[in-house]
């Protein structure tokens, strides 16, 4: 039998040992592993404070009383618990996620909503419904790193619309509108996170949000609205979400995995009734079913225990959480950072001083053990250099403040450098070429930085 031919790679190309490398379909060459995955696994040391991380603090979850119920439910509904289930969904978790999509003042038939794994896998629905290769998605800059991933392994293209402290600006949607019609494009999408936004921390104005669908009805695109903080708040009754406002162009996206389990891995979607046909197709052809088990945790959960006063118990400790996160940064962070007010939810966003980089900078905040998420992982375009995430869900008050203790020694000592060599001479490792390179014309590729833990 003859061996394939296999092609020695050109001078300069990157050497990989993976035999199948040119087998692969061509939408694997959006999916690269995100900055979060990549940070996990030093995150996770015992020493480092995270503030990368956006786990919810499950710990505060009566984990005894939950345990009892899992329990009754095995005993009393086992054999169904356990058995396959309804692509769709369990009917009477479709009617309770209406009731609590109820609490944003959104009217909703069970008939129309499809349970997921997790609204991730709500995303990767609508994206196979919705997407083909090369259509635009407008989205937040920033944006949530998992539908980013998402979208490009739909090898879709995402335009990022600018946000501000009132969340996305109107005036920057019709502007990115303007600019693709002159380009003779449209954009199928536009996705948003309009409460507590992941990662900036901001909610879309209560001024804006009849403005915003009103441009996106007018230009033909449909909302895609994710809200998995919306009950999140400190302050107040949340906000009326998006599709409360219109059924007419409107996808959301519900999880139970911010206000109970993420583990559960239990989400949904709400559709317009054609959508939600082509949905469930969708969800067939993939999973056959979302986990009954799951489901009816949930569903047992939500029918027998005070969920809404546990939200209460999850919105104090953030809330507390909040607090020590901005009075951190306000006592503790030298002159020159600006950071946003999140009024709910995980993240604060934070912009650094004129020359600091959070992608370089980060292999020293490792050292200095503390981590966050350097802004670039919220962008599909390479911008979000100047900015970061911390997350305060996980951390207790008193490791978050030491937490930013450590980044703030960090800034002042990046800041030191930068005073000392200028933002590029000083702190970017040097570029070296590889023997040769000039010669053959390519670019010079950076050093990797070991970090020392
Ligand atoms: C904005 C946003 N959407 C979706 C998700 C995915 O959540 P899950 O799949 O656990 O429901 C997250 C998780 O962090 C998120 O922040």
Redesign the pocket.
């Known amino acids: 039998m003859s061996q394939p031919e296999r092609h020695l790679p050109g001078p300069g190309a990157a050497i990989s040992t993976d035999l199948y490398l040119d087998r692969y379909a061509a939408r694997t060459a959006g999916m690269t592993a995100s900055e979060i995955r990549a940070l996990f696994a030093v995150a996770s040391r015992p020493e480092v404070v995270s503030l990368a991380g956006?786990s919810p603090f499950t710990a505060a979850l009566p984990l005894d009383t939950i345990g009892d119920m899992i329990a009754q439910l095995v005993h009393d509904r086992g054999a169904t618990a356990l058995q396959y289930g309804i692509g769709q969904g369990e009917p009477l978790l479709r009617e309770q996620i209406c009731d609590v999509m109820a609490l944003e003042g959104i009217t909703a038939s069970p008939e129309d909503v499809v349970v997921t794994?997790?609204?991730?896998?709500g995303?990767d629905l609508v994206s196979r419904v919705f997407l083909d290769p090369g259509d635009i998605v407008l989205a937040e800059g920033p944006s949530?790193v998992?539908?980013l991933g998402t979208f490009a392994a739909a090898q879709a293209e995402v335009v990022h619309v600018a946000m501000d402290d009132a969340g996305l600006q109107p005036e920057a949607l019709r502007q990115a509108l303007a600019d693709l019609a002159s380009r003779g494009r449209t954009a199928k999408l536009l996705y948003l996170?309009p409460n507590h936004?992941?990662p900036a921390g901001v909610t879309l104005a209560e001024e804006r949000r009849d403005v915003v669908l009103d441009i996106a009805r007018s230009a033909g695109v449909i909302v895609l609205e994710?809200n998995?903080?919306g009950l999140l708040g400190f302050d107040g009754e949340p906000l009326r979400a998006l599709r409360a406002r219109t059924d007419d162009g409107v996808l959301y996206?519900g999880?139970?995995?911010?206000t109970f389990s993420?583990g559960l891995?239990v989400?949904w979607v709400l559709a317009p009734h054609g959508v939600r046909e082509k949905l469930v197709l969708a969800t067939e052809a993939q999973i056959l079913c979302p986990p009954v088990f799951s489901q009816q945790i949930v569903s047992t959960y939500l029918a027998t225990q005070p969920w809404q006063e546990q939200i209460k118990v999850f919105q104090e400790i953030y809330h507390e959480r909040r607090d020590a996160t901005l009075s951190a940064l306000e006592q503790l962070m030298p002159p020159g950072l600006s950071w946003t007010h999140p009024t709910g939810g995980f993240y604060v966003w934070v912009t650094l001083p004129d020359g600091l980089d959070s992608k370089l900078m980060q292999p020293r905040a490792v050292h200095e053990r503390v981590a966050y998420v350097p802004g670039t992982g919220f962008y599909a375009d390479g911008a979000g250099r100047s900015q970061l995430r911390l997350s305060y869900c996980f951390p207790p008050p008193e490791r978050i403040r030491e937490g930013v203790r450590r980044l703030a020694g960090v800034v002042e000592a990046e800041l030191e450098l930068v005073g000392v060599f200028g933002a590029e001479s000083g702190r970017q490792p040097r570029s070296v070429p590889r023997p040769g390179a000039e010669d053959r014309g390519e670019p010079p590729t950076r050093p990797r930085l070991v970090v020392p833990l």
């Not at 794994?117 to 896998?121: D, E, F, L, R």
């Not at 999880?255 to 911010?258: M, N, T």
Request: net charge positive; proline share 8%; aromatic share 12%.
């Open positions: 956006g794994v997790g609204s991730q896998q995303l949530y998992g539908a996170i936004q992941n994710d998995p903080y996206l999880s139970f995995s911010k993420p891995r989400g």
